[in-house]
């Protein structure tokens, strides 16, 4: 296996848009459709269907967008939160965030601490949390709501799948930028 720093992995995304004719949508989708096959694996083991989605408002976001979508269609209860209105995502997650409300989603959304608060209840009853908040392109402390929620997430011994890395830690480095989220399993694309 060969392991890459996040700068390497921009660079290869960007050769598979631009060499190979790959669109972003095509690796977006891609990516949503493998990490909600790890969900499914997850959650074989519970009890319940219910999976709750956590996404940022970057690629990351879109590809639980993405997952979500997959999920639902396969029988899955899916709650979305995202720490933005549908309308103020933009690019291929964009696309994303408003297929999976055209097809009936519900995406609830996260700007102050109340509601996260508010999220508790949901992502406690959730058989599986899907972490995709922060990507490879995380390089500041987290702060604010985004804080708030990774904590309330860590403190609910939930199974938590994370994409691409877990929130919170810098994909090149390793370090852990004020807080990050405790997931049990990464899906990693290339």
């Not at 490879?136 to 708030?148: F, M, N, Q």
């Not at 011994?157 to 405790?182: E, Q, R, W, Y």
């Amino acid at each position: 296996m060969i392991l890459v720093n996040a700068e390497t992995m921009k660079r290869l995304d960007r050769k598979a848009i631009r060499h190979f004719g790959i669109k972003g949508i095509v690796l977006m989708e891609n990516a949503g459709r493998a990490v909600s096959e790890a969900v499914k694996r997850e959650a074989a083991g519970s009890s319940g269907k219910r999976v709750a989605i956590v996404c940022g408002k970057g690629n990351n976001g879109g590809d639980g967008f993405v997952a979500a979508r997959h999920l639902k269609n396969s029988g899955f209860d899916v709650t979305v939160f995202s720490f933005s209105r549908v309308s103020g995502i933009k690019g291929d997650a964009g696309i994303n965030a408003c297929i999976w409300e055209k097809t009936g989603g519900v995406t609830a959304v996260i700007s102050k601490s109340r509601d996260v608060k508010d999220s508790v209840q949901t992502l406690k009853h959730s058989s599986v949390i899907v972490d995709a908040i922060f990507g490879i392109g995380l390089s500041k402390g987290i702060e604010g709501v985004y804080k708030e929620m990774i904590e309330a997430i860590n403190g609910l011994s939930k199974p938590v799948v994370a994409i691409d890395v877990p929130s919170g830690i810098d994909a090149t480095s390793g370090k852990i930028l004020g807080v990050a989220i405790k997931a049990s399993g990464t899906v990693t694309m290339a």
